[in-house]
């Protein structure tokens, strides 16, 4: 009995992590993060940064696409070998590909998007433009929101999500983290009050 609840748990847990993957391993390439500073400094806007926001994207749809990974590997797994950890595969898979697709019946959308990327770009071309916030404006994106480092004036209200920088706790706590945040913020912005 102990070894069929060990088997269910760690194919739950191999089921869960393996659409994960592409978007806790692509992201802490080093080469994937020259020219951003560590983890947790703010980050300056760049069409670089644009571009991170899109692969990030990029990444979490490819692991909607590799959740048919424990989905077929469980359902082979009780049809001729171990049904406990197929189970479990097949569970979890199930469980993320419909935490997925409630993005099209209005559920919480991805950790980034191509709105937050617009956003972002508007806020540089404001920045470059004569209706910036000051002389010299940096606009920097910090924690809760965008922010320009010269004037301290806040310039979107955004929550920076994880963009696969690594982390100063090391490969795996930060590995740990993305994994149990799925890459969305920890910190979300003060909601309005009515």
Request: aromatic letters at 12%; a positive charge.
């Amino acid at each position: 009995m102990i070894s069929a609840i060990l088997f269910l748990i760690a194919g739950f847990l191999l089921g869960h992590l393996m659409p994960r993957v592409p978007f806790i391993l692509l992201s802490r390439t080093s080469g994937f993060n020259k020219g951003f500073p560590p983890h947790p400094e703010p980050i300056p806007l760049s069409p670089r940064l644009t571009q991170r926001v899109l692969h990030m994207r990029w990444f979490h749809n490819l692991g909607t696409i590799t959740t048919i990974l424990p989905l077929v590997f469980g359902y082979l797994s009780i049809l001729g070998g171990q049904s406990t950890f197929g189970y479990g595969l097949f569970l979890a898979g199930g469980w993320t590909l419909l935490n997925r697709l409630q993005v099209f019946l209005g559920g919480q959308t991805v950790p980034c998007t191509v709105d937050m990327a617009l956003r972002l770009q508007m806020v540089m071309n404001i920045a470059d433009s004569e209706e910036a916030c000051c002389p010299y404006p940096q606009p920097q994106w910090w924690i809760e929101s965008v922010r320009c480092e010269s004037c301290s004036k806040k310039l979107e209200d955004m929550a920076r999500p994880d963009l696969g920088r690594p982390r100063k706790d090391g490969f795996f706590r930060g590995w740990l983290r993305l994994w149990l945040s799925d890459g969305y913020p920890m910190v979300r912005p003060d909601e309005p009050q009515n």
